[in-house]
């Protein structure tokens, strides 16, 4: 789990937030090239396929960013909301990229 990696020490418990905030923008260079690739391929195909790809993409966003939202009201004790909120977001950008491959 993503906020075991940036909270596995006392050291790294007070830098969590740097380190999810790293591994955020790792995941999202991920899916980044990952969505290059497949709008290549949806540019291929036409206008509508595009058009669909581009919706798919912004309506998956806002899911992840409401999730993530949802998930930060449920923070277990001890550990900061927003980190839990990043965690979330990593985790989901990590497998938006899977499934996208």
Do not use: H, I
């Not at 949802?70 to 977001?89: F, H, I, K, N, T």
């Amino acid at each position: 789990p993503v906020l075991a990696q940036c909270t596995r020490s006392d050291g790294l418990r007070s830098k969590a937030a740097g380190c999810l905030d790293l591994l955020l923008r790792v995941a999202e260079q991920d899916l980044m090239q990952v969505y290059a690739y497949r709008f290549q391929e949806a540019n291929e195909r036409g206008e509508k396929t595009l058009a669909a790809y581009r919706r798919s993409n912004e309506e998956w966003r806002e899911y992840r960013d409401a999730e993530c939202a949802r998930r930060r009201e449920l923070a277990p004790s001890g550990v900061a909301p927003a980190d839990y909120q990043a965690a979330c977001m990593v985790e989901l950008t990590r497998r938006r990229a899977l499934d996208m491959r």
